[in-house]
């Protein structure tokens, strides 16, 4: 499928010199980022299942916190 996009100048010069130096064109430049956003998960679905793995492991610490020498052990 073919999409007409209306592009200032300048920005399509430029555009073209990144896509150059990345060894691709404009087009499939476009095309990828479109691919990206199309298969990218939506934010509202992330946090939802960070709550829900939240809820699962009870992630309840009954106030033991790390010290300062523990945070900077080495093995």
Known sequence: MN?????????LA???????AMGKSVNQLVREYL???ATRSPVEEELAE???LSL?????SRG?????????ARP
């Open 3 to 11: 999409l007409t996009l209306s592009l200032d100048e300048r920005l």
């Open 35 to 37: 691919e990206q956003l």
């Open 14 to 20: 430029e555009a073209r010199k990144v896509a150059a």
């Open 64 to 72: 033991w916190r790390f010290d300062r020498d523990e945070i900077h």
């Open 56 to 60: 699962e492991t009870g992630g309840h």
């Open 50 to 52: 960070l709550r829900r």
